[in-house]
């Protein structure tokens, strides 16, 4: 089955400690994003990625990190100097970049 | 910069019967795409269905159908025969389809839809 995998599904971290959540797809797709959600909110968007080896900003990249070294993969490290980093992270993909994007399961991270 | 509204917070509605929850947008923008987010207690946002700016034909999908209205930048869903399943929170959501530095897809703050038996 094709389809976008995210782990882990619950993750905690203690203050200063740095945690990379994992985003995998198998839909051959080309863009790939990272977006965070509050309660009560929309998704707001962390980064992007169009192709392997580039990524760009999105609206609240402050804290965050990521890589694009294979198609399937787009890992998404939260720093120590993300000050608020308790929320839940989805992680999306699609064909290309104005086209629908397909979401996986969600990480719920929660700092102590 | 391209907003998206939705002005109803929660909605309920009796199971077999229909509901509308409503969407509006703002964008300089004459080509882009629409969508409609469901994100059930699971909390996995799933694609509902999605409609293109240049196509004047309203999308459907089974039960889920839109009504679509781009002079007044309108894209209400309606939910037909509704059953317990689709209780969840509803997402609008917009992107430009060239977007240039603009490009983002840009979401709605949602409405709560309880499905009651």
């Known amino acids: 089955d094709g389809g976008i995998t995210q782990s882990p599904k619950y993750l905690f971290r203690k203050e200063g400690q740095n945690v990379t959540l994992s985003c995998e797809q198998n839909?051959?797709?080309?863009?790939m994003y990272w977006y965070r959600q509050d309660p009560g909110q929309g998704l707001r968007l962390i980064y992007y990625?169009?192709?392997?080896?580039?990524?760009q900003k999105g609206d609240i990249a402050e804290g965050y990190s990521v890589s694009r070294e294979k198609k399937e993969s787009f890992p998404l490290t939260v720093t120590s100097a993300q000050k608020n980093p308790t929320a839940f992270y989805l992680c999306?993909?699609?064909?290309?970049?104005?086209?629908?994007?397909?979401f996986g399961p969600g990480t719920r991270l929660t700092v102590l | 910069a391209q907003t998206v509204t939705q002005s109803q917070p929660e909605m309920s509605v009796q199971e077999a019967e229909t509901v509308t929850l409503s969407c509006t947008y703002d964008?300089?923008?004459?080509?882009?795409?629409l969508f409609w987010y469901k994100q059930p207690p699971s909390r996995q946002m799933i694609l509902v269905i999605r409609?293109?700016?240049?196509?004047?034909q309203n999308a459907t999908e089974n039960r889920f159908s839109v009504n679509f209205q781009k002079a007044a930048k309108s894209f209400s869903l309606k939910i037909s025969d509704s059953q317990l399943g689709d209780a969840a929170m509803y997402f609008c959501?917009?992107?430009?389809?060239?977007?240039?530095?603009?490009?983002?897809?840009?979401f709605g703050k949602g409405t709560l839809l309880t499905v009651n038996p």
């Open positions: 999306a993909s699609s064909s290309y970049r104005a086209d629908t994007q397909y």
């Open positions: 839909l051959n797709h080309d863009a």
């Open positions: 990625s169009q192709i392997v080896n580039d990524f």
């Open positions: 964008t300089s923008e004459s080509d882009y795409y």
């Open positions: 409609q293109e700016a240049y196509k004047q």
């Open positions: 959501a917009y992107i430009p389809v060239r977007g240039g530095s603009n490009y983002k897809l840009t």
